[in-house]
């Protein structure tokens, strides 16, 4: 299993990026398995941002970032990506795109990082105001 992320960087306050996460190595057409964004900021946990079902296509989102970002998958081409939006210096965090395995009993448990049994190396995200 292989996830490249890509498209992180420094922007300012109120600005947009999209973060793309690149799979390789297994199949997305399994059951109970969700590929996701999770961040982890200076001194914090490692926490989950959004995250999609695989099976059935639902999305999952934390609340500081509903309605913010979006995430999008595309089986044919192997890619997870997050447009992020009106980002604000809260944001500012290291992002993992991370694979996991079910199975799911709560909308919470796919934003856990506990259920994530694959990392990509993280891309950096830096909102300066």
């Known amino acids: 299993v292989q996830l490249v992320e890509s498209g992180g960087g420094s922007v300012q306050s109120g600005g947009s990026l999209i973060l793309s996460c690149t799979a390789s190595?297994?199949?997305?057409?399994?059951?109970?398995?969700?590929i996701g964004w999770f961040r982890q900021a200076p001194g914090k946990e490692r926490e989950g941002v959004s995250c999609v079902d695989t099976t059935d296509g639902n999305k999952f989102y934390a609340n500081s970032v509903k309605d913010r970002f979006t995430i999008y998958i595309d089986k044919a081409k192997a890619t997870v990506n997050m447009h992020m939006q009106s980002l604000t210096p809260d944001d500012t965090a290291v992002y993992y795109c991370g694979v996991g395995r079910g199975p799911y009993y709560t909308d919470y448990d796919y934003l856990d990082p506990e259920y994530v049994a694959n990392w990509g190396q993280g891309t950096r995200v830096t909102v300066s105001t």
């Open positions: 190595g297994f199949t997305f057409d399994v059951d109970d398995l969700a």
